[in-house]
């Protein structure tokens, strides 16, 4: 009958070894199906009686890039080895005999190899009972000596009669003994009758046959039953027949069978047969086992219907792997779900708003598979990750961060189920499709932590500066920036709130030279009032807005010969290169006499001129001295210059006759520095005076000689008018320009008027000379004035404030001693010593 399966329960292991190397995948075993002979011998049976050499199966398998597959077969240790097989061609052979008596399953690992994987798994073989046993008798043959004195027997005799009769209480049984033999022994009464001791005696066998009655129940055979329904079979088809016979054999009644219970509605018997079959279709059936309880009874009229037996009978409903995991939403399957939600969710929350379940029609492990999430890794993670059969899918936040609107406005994944332990690795999918709804999450952020920009000083008010820029991702109004300025150094600043343009105040005016640097700071803020700071550096541009000025003592200078005079010109401009001065003589007459150094403004003569009688000799001026136009110009763009006349006096340098000349001769165009030293060398030895004095006057005081009590008077001198001693600086009228100064040494000492030979007081400073009489106001009659060439375009210096005084035509020296003279006198003045 079709799909009707006579053999017990194939249950079998998978072990699969997968070796993956680079793209490799692993071989595969086909599906053998039901009663298949061609797979991998899983649900496999063979017949106790088969042959060994037979050809019993062949593992059929293949690979998925098309590599050749070789086949093994392997036994747990100790085990018999029933099978071989051919490696290349999949072939398998019985090479030992079964026996189901000693081994009704026989355990075997068969495996595929393509060389570089393998896959191997261990199925369980049943050996089926064929009827290959005959019945034999043990010990024979049976003899038995019945003497009639042994109780153990089952007949006694009358010893006189002979009668033979059954024991009380023994009950002969026809299904174990249907004939008994009993050897009776006949004695006579020994020789007392004869008169001798012989005894005689005769024996002979009694055969008693035993007839069968009606008193044993009916008996199953071949049990345990176990029966299989596969998903293909039909309803109606028979699934196993359980037979029962009567236990009085000798008249056997007819057996009855009933379903006593386990059935469900599922299962029905035949009442002749005994044969069970399946009345459902397999995918009605509820249950993966069904254990049934099935009776048989005797049917004759002799016999009490209460004689009986019964047998469990397991029924087990084998799956096929025929149905991939399928999702279901609330209105059943469903390959989409999609959700709205927030960003940022709290992690470990449960999308709750996903109604998932996943469901695999198929039963026992074909109907377990595993679930995971495939896309954007770390962000959700999936519960179960296991299911057998059905289960509710959970989708829980890992990580919020990452669920971002500004990054994502969708997340898409997909949600797969795939099989764990079947050969086919049936899998599906369900796209599950996540829609952000934003937040105010951002800050707004300016595009630098600073800026910096420049600005010329001449920029009107209301000029542009520079444009700060800040953005914040969040959708809507809470991605709007407003600007704002603040900070001790945006007094003269503007910002538009809108678009970031930072520009001056409309009554400001910039000034490098007052102030050439600014700084403050920027904010951008958003509705909510998320804000976030920038720092602001302007730099305000120098532009070329001031001419050189010279200083105001560059009416004068005196210049010896082989050494130059300076000048100097400022630059009020902030910056190089408009504040860089650049030195040139825009005229002199004669021409051909100075040089100026352009960088230092340092004018000395031309170097041909070593002495006076050279200027002799190129200019009729016996004064030696000259007007001078010289220029200051900047390297601004434009350019702005100043000039100005420069009365240059001449002379030469003689020998001096002591430091202090030469001293007085370098700073003879500053005065005020040689009155300073001078005081400072006073102050100095008065000092030294007073500290040899207290020294002096401490010693006699402590000294252990015996003064005369006298007191010695020495006449002074009547003193004259105290002056301050400056013979060594006499003042002559020069017969040439080079005799101006002529120093002398003063030999005199000082005498210690306290007549006290050890103590040596430091020369008091000499007396100042008469000074020499004026020089002329009115010019010789027979020399011309001599007029100061002038340039047009020359500036009068800024910082000049004092009239230039008209004077004569005389040497310098007249004025130098004049100055001289009146710095003395008030020093003098200052310290109560007498004029000069």
């Known amino acids: 009958m079709k799909n009707v399966r ?247 009644n007819s057996i009855h069978y009933y379903i006593v219970n386990g059935s469900e509605g599922s299962f029905e018997i035949s009442n002749t047969t005994g044969a069970i079959s399946v009345i459902k279709n397999p995918n009605q059936l509820k249950k993966e086992v069904y254990e049934l309880k099935v009776q048989a009874s005797e049917v004759s009229q002799e016999v009490d219907s209460s004689v009986y037996a019964f047998a469990t009978v397991t029924i087990r409903v084998v799956d096929l792997n025929n149905h991939p995991p399928t999702f279901y939403g609330e209105s059943g399957p469903q390959n989409k779900f999609e959700l709205t939600m927030y960003e940022h969710p709290p992690e470990g929350e449960i999308l709750r708003g996903l109604k998932i379940t996943v469901n695999d029609s198929d039963q026992g492990a074909n109907a377990k598979f595993n679930l995971r ?78 800026y910096i920009a420049r600005i010329p000083e001449n920029s009107p008010g209301g000029s542009n500066v520079v444009a700060v820029t800040a953005t914040d991702p969040d959708s809507g109004l809470w991605g709007e920036v407003k600007y704002s300025i603040y900070g001790t150094g945006a007094d003269l600043f503007l910002i538009h709130p809108s678009t970031g343009i930072i520009y001056t105040q409309p009554w400001a005016v910039l000034d490098a030279e007052v102030n050439s640097k600014y ?39 005196t210049m010896i010969i082989g050494s130059p005079v300076k000048i100097e010109a400022i630059d009020q401009d902030a910056e190089e290169p408009n504040n860089i001065v650049d030195y040139s003589i825009m005229q002199a007459d004669p021409a051909n006499v100075f040089d100026i150094d352009q960088s230092t403004g340092e004018i000395k003569l031309k170097s041909y001129i070593r002495s006076l009688d050279i200027i002799h000799n190129i200019t009729k001026n016996k004064d030696c001295i000259w007007s001078v136009v ?35 001769m370098q700073t003879k165009d500053n ?40 007191r010695i008077i020495k006449k002074r001198q009547i003193p004259q008018t105290r002056t301050v001693r400056m013979e060594w600086l006499k003042f002559k009228r020069p017969s040439n320009a080079a005799e101006k100064f002529v120093v002398e040494d003063d030999a005199k000492s000082l005498q210690n008027e306290n007549s006290n030979n050890n103590i040596h007081v430091a020369p008091v400073p000499p007396t100042a000379p008469v000074p020499p009489p004026p020089p002329a106001v009115a ?54 010593e007498p004029h000069i």
């Not at 904010?523 to 807005?545: M, P, Q, R, W």
């Not at 200051?632 to 000349?661: C, N, Q, W, Y």
């Not at 100055?819 to 310290?831: D, G, P, Q, S, T």
């Open 630 to 664: 010289v220029q200051a110009k900047d390297r601004g763009s434009p350019s702005f210059s100043t000039t100005a006349v420069l009365k240059i006096d001449i002379t030469e340098e003689t020998l001096h006759k002591g430091p202090m000349a030469a001293f007085l």
């Open 519 to 557: 700084n403050f700071y920027v904010k951008a803020e958003d509705t909510d009032g998320k804000y976030s700071l920038a720092e602001v550096f302007i730099t305000v541009l120098d532009v070329n807005d001031h001419s050189p000025e010279f200083n105001e003592n560059i009416q004068e200078k």
């Open 6 to 252: 006579h053999f017990a329960p194939s249950f079998f292991l998978s072990l699969v070894h997968i070796c993956l190397v680079q793209a490799n995948y692993a071989p595969y075993f086909f599906d053998n199906g039901a009663r298949s002979t061609n797979g991998n011998m899983a649900l496999f049976s063979l017949s106790e009686d088969t042959p060994v050499g037979t050809h019993v199966y062949t593992l059929n398998g293949t690979d998925p890039e098309g590599d050749p597959v070789t086949y093994g077969l392997a036994y747990e240790a100790g085990s018999r080895h029933y099978f071989s097989v051919d490696k290349n061609l999949g072939n398998v052979t019985l090479v030992e005999e079964l026996d189901r008596e000693k081994e009704d399953e026989i355990e075997v690992i068969v495996s595929i190899s393509d060389g570089l994987s393998t896959v191997s798994e261990k199925v369980r073989i049943l050996v089926m009972d064929a009827n290959d046993e005959s019945p034999e008798f043990i010990n024979t043959p049976y003899i038995v000596h019945v003497p009639e004195n042994i109780h153990a027997n089952k007949f006694t005799i009358d010893r006189h009669s002979g009668v033979l009769r059954i024991k009380t209480g023994v009950v002969l049984d026809y299904e174990k003994s249907r004939t008994h033999f009993v050897v009776a022994i006949a004695k006579d009464g020994g020789g007392k009758l004869r008169g001798d001791n012989k005894v005689f005696s005769a024996t002979t066998t009694v055969t008693v046959n035993v007839e069968d009655v009606q008193d044993t129940p009916p008996m199953f055979i071949g049990t345990p039953y176990y029966g299989y329904v596969y998903e293909d079979t039909l309803a109606g088809s028979e699934v196993l027949t359980v037979v029962a016979l009567d236990g009085d054999r000798g008249k056997p």
């Open 671 to 710: 005065p005020m520095k040689a009155l300073g030293v001078l005081a400072g060398v006073m102050g100095i030895m008065v000092l030294i005076t007073i500290m040899i004095s207290t020294a002096m006057f401490w010693r006699n005081k402590r000294s252990n000689k015996i003064m005369p009590v006298r």
């Open 779 to 832: 010019p010789r009659g027979d020399t011309p004035a001599w007029q100061v060439p002038t340039v047009s375009g020359s500036l009068t210096p800024k910082f000049v404030n004092k009239q230039m005084k008209k004077k004569g035509h005389g040497s310098a020296h007249n004025a130098l001693v004049s100055e001289l003279k009146m710095k003395f006198e008030k020093r003098n003045a200052a310290i109560g």
């Open 373 to 450: 999430l495939v896309g954007p890794g770390g962000i959700f993670r999936v519960v179960p990750q296991t299911v057998l059969n059905e289960a509710q899918v959970t989708i829980i936040v890992e990580n919020s961060a990452a669920i971002d609107y500004e990054k994502f406005k969708v997340l898409t994944f997909k949600l797969l189920a795939i099989e764990v332990n079947t050969p086919e690795k049936f899998s599906s999918t369900a796209d599950v499709v996540i829609h952000l709804l934003d937040t105010n999450d951002n800050v707004p952020k300016f595009s630098s932590d600073y």
